[in-house]
């Protein structure tokens, strides 16, 4: 993998009505001005346009002048904030300072998203966005760093948390999960993508050791435990849960992959009982 050599920031702007993009760019091969409008078109609402007619636009290389892609994208954001109330602004967010521009402003852009979430158009769109960048390796590293550096923060981890519990109240929100939940659960291709997905993560230490630490805070939490608790009682209640959880076990015992791994999850648990109760007898003798 070639690490970028050029950083830049760049402004796009379509000559007919002024309307503007503000971006930026990682590349490992040439310099801003051959690698924009030549190899890269923008990744906003104006690329298809951009690329199909480059002659009705105009734009200008902002900065190159970047040690690393979390300064480029800080700066990104700072240029973005500033053209914020400039008449023809194609940027919908300027992250991740985004959320500096106060509550009124995010309920605004949070009701403009919840207009276009609506537009089937304007989704298939951003999956394929997505799924482009999702094969660049330097976006997926730059976006895992991202979110070990805002994990680390303990103010933005109790927003997210509150959020989120904010959202558990909400009845609308929950059933609209659990139906996208059931129906994503109802496609065999995603599940096989998610279990892909899960065994790739079980197989990073630092995953596994994050994801035990977390559990480990869940088990202290009163709260949570009584919660997981009324939920199972409450799922083994249904007679379909039990038979749908019944044919998954059947179905992974049939896999040798699992059996090995639940065999050794039981020989180790096994072990753990044996060693407690040879500890409780030691100390009894004594």
């Not at 053209?83 to 992250?95: F, K, L």
């Not at 559990?215 to 083994?236: C, F, I, L, M, Y």
């Amino acid at each position: 993998m070639m690490k970028p050599k050029y950083r830049y920031t760049y402004r796009l702007t379509r000559q007919s009505d002024q309307a503007f993009y503000i971006g930026s760019r990682s590349a490992a091969s040439c310099p801003p001005e051959e690698d924009f409008g030549t190899h890269y078109f923008t990744s906003g609402d104006l690329q298809e346009e951009f690329r199909a007619n480059p002659e009705q636009f105009t734009w200008t290389i902002l900065s190159e002048d970047y040690a690393n892609n979390v300064s480029m994208l800080e700066d990104e954001a700072r240029l973005i904030l500033k053209s914020w109330d400039e008449p023809g602004r194609m940027n919908r967010s300027a992250h991740p300072l985004v959320f500096e521009r106060g509550a009124v402003w995010r309920e605004n852009v949070t009701e403009a998203n919840r207009r276009k979430a609506q537009d089937p158009k304007w989704r298939k769109k951003m999956t394929e966005a997505m799924r482009r960048k999702a094969q660049d390796p330097e976006w997926r590293k730059s976006m895992t760093e991202g979110a070990r550096r805002r994990s680390q923060n303990p103010e933005w981890r109790k927003k997210i948390t509150e959020a989120g519990r904010r959202r558990a109240q909400d009845p609308v929100w929950r059933k609209k999960v659990t139906e996208a939940n059931r129906r994503k659960a109802q496609d065999p291709e995603w599940r096989r993508k998610n279990a892909e997905a899960m065994r790739r993560l079980a197989q990073d230490p630092e995953w596994r050791k994050n994801a035990a630490k977390a559990g480990r805070r869940r088990a202290q939490d009163p709260v949570w435990r009584k919660n997981t608790a009324e939920g199972t009682r409450r799922r083994s209640q249904n007679p379909v849960w039990r038979e749908s959880l019944t044919a998954a076990l059947r179905k992974n015992w049939q896999d040798p992959e699992y059996r090995k791994m639940m065999s050794k999850a039981f020989t180790k648990r096994e072990a753990r009982k044996r060693a407690a109760r040879q500890a409780n007898e030691n100390t009894l003798c004594v």
